[in-house]
């Protein structure tokens, strides 16, 4: 009787995955129909789709969807056969790299201080987790997180746990536990919040950060490949939000360029649907800025790395304060944003199709 039961949890574990695995197929074949569809795309010739499927055809793929080559070669005028598809990276090259089932905790926002102590990060108010309120590491009572956050200014409060793409970061204020989020109060806000959440301090930025967009605090998103003895950087590129938006990322209105190795930018970035853009939103030439600080961001980036080993493939998001330390904000070990990045700088991870062999 166990072992047919335990046959039958087995099938049902392994159809689950199936069905799972075919969902998540069918989203990112209608992702990137939606996104070719949105950019007006130029068709790939049939020389080009060969050479695709020739080169993918080394990796095991047959026929291969060449819909991703498409999108970044209308971005980006680069036409390649090593670009890597969303499908690929992150329904099997991604999984392979990372120990995803490390990932729901070890990606906790609650939990970076004590992961990545070797690096500043924005002051903590007040840390919720799993309904608990803590200060300090000490368990607080909500008195206490009443008095904190009416004495701390400016703060950001977002989940702790998920929350890709800026979803749910707030900015506000509190003063007698009354918040400026529609004269909410402050015990309103975090019981919509419910569990698992972080309030922090708002970041004073660098101020060449700031002079990309005053209002939201503008990041680096770097890219380190754990290979061999030493984590490799594969790509950067510098986030802003829009005039008037707290949030940076490119997935709720952001733009974003990419920056070459010596710190400088290129001339053209992107918003989340490959439209071109050369300047901020406050005419600033992206072919003008350029980030002294770059060598200190890559270098933290490296250390950090080997901190968090678990994970072969990290997307750091960095930004600096006017001293000059770099502000560790988050980091990401799934759903990575692959696109911005080839969008951006090309086909950056070719590195990583060895790992498919």
Known sequence: MKTLLKKLLTYYIDIHKSIRTEYDHFKLRKKINHLNKHKRSKQLNKQQISGIRNFYSDY??????????????ACNGIYSVEYIPENIFYLILEPKLNRYDFAPALSDKNLLNRLFPNVKQPETIVKNINGIYFHNDEIIDFETVTDLCNQAGKMIIKPSIGGFGGKDVRRFQCSNGITDLLEAPLEKVLTDYKNNFIIQVSILQHPILASLNQSSVNTFRIVTYLTGMEPQILSMFVRMGRKGSINDNMSTGGLACGVKADGKLNEVGYDAFGTKVTETDGGWKFSDISFYFIDKLKETAVMLHKNAPHFRIISWDLTLNPQDEVILIEYNIC????????????PVFTKLLQELI
């Open 60 to 73: 095991g793929f047959k026929n291969l969807n060449c819909e991703w080559h498409r999108f970044y070669a």
């Open 335 to 346: 759903g990575q944003g692959l696109n911005s990045h080839q969008m951006h700088n090309g």
